[in-house]
């Protein structure tokens, strides 16, 4: 029976985080072998709810146990794993994406100069965000919201032309926990809120093969800076620059046959009388 003891300890700690992280090996001096018990006769109520989870309570030392993605998804709460620093994130959820109350926020305005999108590694997720590097580094507002970051109270700017609003990065100091860590993508664009691997390829295939064309005497170069997916399913928001002016692009994939797209622009909307700052 010991034997069988050990196998159902071990299952029940790798499903208590529910997370990927290498566990180690049990030479290694801050790992320790423990004997603990599953009780699948225990109840955990959340909030008044019934949370019925995936993996029994674990008992040891007269402690209880539980799996932490499951009861923080419960609490609002997200969890992350950071490999490289051993560390498990538990981030309040603050946002689920809504604006902020426009009767809390006073607006600076700026123009779109010189915009960037990166991907930022922040409380141990990465998260794609468009920062405008014009006169000062200012976040989008959105994607800020998405990482969690608490934006009530700081001081706003509207975008003249788009209307979206960003956040300077000296107000984001005031309330982000850790200095967000900037990466560009391995893939460039970004393309923001898709997961679908043959989505993705459709789209990086459209943004190569309009990098360049030309129609009648007149040639046209593209500089691709975001894709972001909208609300609509198989839409898409692509921001660009085309022979040196700002625009909007707005893509449509249409599924052919199973897990092959094609992509088409719908709309193309100028972004005011914009030319971007030069990089240098």
Known sequence: MRPIRKRMVAAAAAGLMSISFAAGVYA?????????YLRSDF????????????????????????PLKEIASRLSATVNWDEYKKTIYINNRIYPQQPDDPDD???DEIKLENPSAYMVRYLGRDYPVLI?????????????????????????????YTGEL????????????????????????????EKDDFKLIALRGYVKDMSNYKIGDKYYYHNPIFIEKLEEENHYRYL?????????????????????????????????????????
């Open 166 to 193: 960003y956040v300077n990065e000296t107000e984001l100091q005031k309330a982000w926990k850790e200095t967000p860590l900037l990466t560009y993508g391995e893939e460039m664009p970004i393309i923001a809120g």
């Open 105 to 107: 926020v006073v607006f």
């Open 240 to 280: 660009v620059t085309e022979n040196g002016t700002y625009y909007d692009i707005y893509l449509q994939l249409t599924e052919l046959k199973k897990d092959y797209y094609v992509v088409g622009s719908y709309s193309k909307k100028l972004i005011g009388d914009l030319v971007p700052t030069p990089n240098y």
């Open 43 to 66: 109840s955990v109520v959340v909030n008044g709810v019934p949370a019925n989870l995936s993996n029994p309570v674990l008992i040891y030392d007269n402690n209880s146990y539980l």
């Open 132 to 160: 405008n590097m014009g006169r000062g580094m200012y976040y989008r507002l959105k994607d800020v919201q998405q990482m969690g970051i608490d934006t009530k109270g700081l001081h706003k700017a509207k975008e003249k």
């Open 28 to 36: 290694d001096d801050w790992i320790q072998k423990v004997t603990a």
